[in-house]
């Protein structure tokens, strides 16, 4: 059995999440090792929209001019509504925020943040992580990954919507809420405007179809759903979903005479955080490992970052203080501080707001009404609380159309 040198820090996945925590962790002088059983770059089933507040986070991490060099820069999105009606709008700015999201596929991303870690002083190595290690009083206290062991005081998974490993953590979701969707890029389109497209016609509600310019003459291209728990998916598979969008005449016309330049895959997103459990003792969640993906835009780049920034505070405090079995407690009360309350109301702005007839009177008020289009578009981007958009005078202006 061959155990490498202890680490400080051991995380699992080296996605967003995982990458910038070793960033942040590697950069205030801590041991980090980041283990992926990938080779990067590897390609991640997304819709690849990098928000405003992803791009702060990018900044911080040193990489925002590498993404900014590679990506699409979007700066004006448009909604379709399941009557066919629209509007579009720009990116707006907000309390220093960027005006304008980025397209950037994973493919490029996900290793760009990994290479940052490394650069940082984090140690990335290839292994399949099988199991979590624990001692006589069940802390956890590293991984094993076929005959070897990682073993650190802290042990953090970023393993995304896959479950395998958390079930072993004894921290896998009974009935997670999940989301589900499909995509592929197609390149030798018309020439794209700076716009994403959002459309929520021949879609499953709630759920949507999106089309993502990653340049002016390519675009990542899916749809998908969401599934509450213990609910009943609409289509036997986000594929089906996928057929019926592209099948749209909008849609088919946008794509008529361009080539799929990839498989269409399907994925699943986990968006179940009010409910998930996140830490144990000697061990970290953090991304969409805890169901950090918006259940209202299925967004999940930016809640990785964050929750990354989030925890590398309190595990550097932690470390510091030398209580790092007090870890698991202090985690879950800064996750829940920052983000539970966002959640919990987003997804009642989707349960009340993704039915059609609310759509299609929404998009016909905010053709008219800049203020309630802006207000809708910030929350969506997690700029505002979601409350804002249940106040009687917000619903009266929505609902008398």
């Not at 379709?80 to 907000?94: L, Q, R």
């Not at 202090?330 to 829940?336: D, G, I, M, P």
Request: aromatic share 8%.
């Amino acid at each position: 059995m061959s155990t490498p040198a202890a680490s400080d820090v051991v995380i699992v996945g080296a996605g967003p999440a995982g990458s910038a925590l070793a960033y942040f962790l590697a950069a205030a002088g801590r041991s980090v090792r980041l283990l992926d059983k990938a080779a990067f770059p590897r390609d991640k089933t997304c819709g690849d929209g990098l928000s405003p507040r992803a791009l702060r986070v990018l900044e911080r991490l040193g990489a925002l001019d590498e993404v900014l060099a590679a990506g699409f820069r979007i700066r004006r999105l448009k909604l379709f509504a399941p009557d066919g009606g629209w509007f579009e709008a720009p990116i707006p700015a907000h309390q220093g925020l960027a005006d304008y999201a980025v397209v950037l596929p994973r493919f490029q991303l996900d290793d760009l943040i990994r290479r940052r870690a490394v650069a940082a002083g984090a140690e990335f190595q290839r292994v399949t992580v099988s199991d979590v290690l624990r001692d006589s009083a069940g802390q956890v206290t590293g991984v094993r990954a076929g005959p070897a062991e990682f073993r650190a005081p802290v042990t953090v998974l970023a393993t995304g919507a896959a479950t395998a490993l958390l079930e072993r953590a004894g921290l896998a979701p009974a009935q997670p809420a999940l989301g589900r969707a499909a995509r592929t890029y197609f390149t030798d389109l018309p020439g794209l405007a700076d716009a994403v497209e959002f459309h929520f016609d021949s879609v499953p509600l709630p759920g949507y179809g999106w089309v993502f310019p990653t340049s002016p003459t390519s675009a990542n291209v899916g749809a998908g759903y969401f599934v509450r728990a213990g609910g009943r998916a609409p289509h036997a598979s986000p594929r089906q979903t996928y057929d019926a969008f592209v099948a749209n005449p909008y849609v088919a016309g946008l794509l008529a005479g361009a080539q799929p330049a990839a498989p269409v895959k399907g994925f699943p997103l986990r968006v179940d955080f009010p409910a998930a459990r996140l830490a144990a003792p000697g061990l970290c969640l953090v991304g969409e490992a805890c169901g950090l993906v918006n259940p209202l835009t299925g967004e999940g780049v930016d809640y990785a970052l964050e929750s990354a920034e989030v925890a590398a505070e309190t595990i550097l405090a932690g470390l510091r203080a030398g209580r790092p079995a007090e870890l698991a407690a202090a985690h879950t009360r800064a996750l829940r501080g920052r983000f539970l309350r966002g959640f919990v109301n987003v997804g009642r702005v989707r349960d009340l707001y993704l039915q059609p007839w609310v759509l299609n009177r929404f998009v016909r008020v905010a053709q008219r009404d800049e203020g309630l289009k802006l207000r809708l578009i910030n929350i969506a981007l997690g700029n505002l609380d979601p409350l804002s958009a249940l106040t009687p005078g917000t619903l009266w202006r929505v609902l008398r159309g």
